[in-house]
Each structure stands twice: as C-alpha cells, then as structure tokens.
C-alpha cells in the first residue's frame, strides 16, 4: 500500500501570491511582486513582500513584519525563484500586511510601511488548480505543492502610482494560468 503522507521534510508552509508583468509576453519582466504569508518555518511566521518594479525605478525593496522569516525566503526559497530577491544586503522596510477580499470578487494584500504604501490586487480568476512540484523538478532541490488561483486582471500600486502591465497567459502543465495568481496552501519541501 501506498504511505499516504508525503516523504520529504516541510520547510515551510503559507502561501507565496505574486504578480509578474511583461510588455513582451513574458520574455522579459517590467515588474514583478512576490507576497508571502508564512504560517510556519524555522524563522517562524510572517509576512514578506519582495518588489522590482518601474514605481521603484528597477531597484528591488522588501517589506517584512519578521525580518528573520524574510531572510530565511531569500536564503531558502527566493534563491531558487528570482536571484535578484535574494540579495541579503538589500535593507528591510518594516511593514504591517492586511488582506481582503477573496477569489469571488477581488482580492487585495495593502502593505503598509513607514514611507509606503504598496496595494496588490489580484481578480478575474480563472478555474484553480493544485501544482504538484516534488524536489528535482524544474532543476530544484526543493519541491513545492500550492493551490493557484490565476487572474487575468491584477494591480500593483505604490504610493497610489499604478503600473501600467497587465498579468500575460501561461500554461502550467495543461492548465490555464496566468503570469499572477493568488498561491494559497503552499508548502515547500526538502527531501529526507
């Protein structure tokens, strides 16, 4: 009989929701926001957010309400996702994280700093579906298990500045997706 828990090592689970835009499909990235929301790992729980976008003028910024559980994603996670995020000399802005809404309507993260204010929002969805990606996949040495929620329509603002991308379409697997999805139950894993 198969065992009906999973072999590897939980390193963190949460949710990682994010947005990337292109004005070239995809190919190259005019701003990109990674939020995440951590119930549990080794540093503990908290929020992250990790932005490069024009509203910053290209220069990457993070926000966290738990610097630790931010430093740990970059050293663990961000590494293997988006290098540029994982610079552990680039300053931590401290910030309180509020979401609202939900996928039946729109849903919102408003990360609120000292200087800042950055709104992410997410909606137009398309149907969910779970991404089933164990260690060794895509070259990792991690595996992550998530439910996407894809959105054809996202925002991301600054200081009530908007950018001016829209979210582009992609294929996960044989799934329609979306280059913004809402990454919700997600739980990254080490092999034993």
């Given amino acids: 009989m198969t065992s009906p828990v ?3 090592n939980v390193l963190m ?4 929701s994010f947005i990337r835009f292109s004005a070239d499909g995809g190919k190259t990235q005019t701003d990109r926001a990674s939020h995440w929301r951590v119930l ?3 540093a503990g729980a908290g929020h992250a957010l990790f932005m490069m976008s024009t509203l910053t003028g290209g220069a990457v910024k993070i926000w966290s309400d738990n610097p630790p559980v931010a430093r740990w994603l970059q050293k663990e996670i961000e590494s293997l996702l988006y290098p ?3 610079d552990a000399k680039t300053p931590l802005g401290p910030a309180v994280f509020t979401r609202s809404g939900g996928i039946d309507t729109r849903a919102a993260e408003l990360v609120t700093a000292k200087d800042s204010d950055i709104l992410l929002t997410w909606g137009d969805f398309l149907a ?10 895509g070259g990792r ?9 894809p959105a054809r329509a996202a925002r991301m603002a600054l200081n009530g500045r908007a950018t001016t991308g829209t979210p582009y379409a992609e294929k996960r697997g044989d799934r329609d997706s979306t280059s913004a999805c809402l990454a919700w ?6 092999p034993r």
């Avoid at 689970?13 to 990682?16: H, I, K, L, M, Y």
């Avoid at 595996?143 to 929620?149: C, K």
């Fill in 13 to 16: 689970t949460g949710e990682n």
């Fill in 84 to 86: 540029a995020f994982a």
């Fill in 141 to 149: 040495p991690i595996g992550v298990f998530s439910t996407f929620f």
């Fill in 6 to 8: 999973d072999p590897n």
């Fill in 185 to 190: 139950s997600e739980t990254w894993v080490r």
């Fill in 128 to 137: 969910p579906f779970v991404l089933t990606m164990p260690p060794g996949s």
């Fill in 40 to 42: 549990w790992c080794p």
